[in-house]
């Protein structure tokens, strides 16, 4: 029970007309650094709106099934749904951006065994940066939530 409403709650909270670029303080503070990820891995599947929000469902999916509770979320906005944010839900997990940085590379751990990064031969290579741009996002944007936001544009 106490699952389906945290579950129901990150909806509500997440929910609305309000959109990313519109509102910056609507889903985290202003950015306060940037970097650009410029890397090709090559031809990779063509991905849409709708793949996009097909993996953050299934990422929300598995936190909430989880025995502990997320400790942030990973959500697509814009009307293509091609930014990708990933706010922390504690004051711990990204307390820094080095601490984001090691979730996203436990990230890119995780996703190194899944089919699409066997059969596609990028499961050594890969990042999860590799992954945001395989799946056709502009930019990700990281936060903690209260005090800093980086912003990571995908070319």
Known sequence: MRRFFAAAALAVAFAGSA???DK??????QVTSEEVF???????????????????????????VAPESPRFVIFAKG??????????????????????????AQLTANVRGTDF?????????????DLAKILGFEDMVVSDGATWTHRVVLR
């Open 19 to 21: 959109r990313a670029e």
């Open 24 to 29: 910056v303080e609507y889903y985290y503070p």
């Open 38 to 64: 410029d890397r090709s891995l090559g031809d990779t599947p063509p991905a849409n709106r709708e793949v996009r929000i097909a993996f953050v469902t299934q990422i929300t999916k598995a936190q909430l």
């Open 79 to 104: 009307d293509d749904a091609q930014h990708m944010i990933i706010v922390a839900l504690d004051d711990q997990i990204f307390r820094t951006l080095y601490r984001a940085r090691a979730l996203m």
């Open 117 to 129: 990064f066997v059969q596609n031969e990028i499961d050594i290579s890969a990042t999860w940066f």
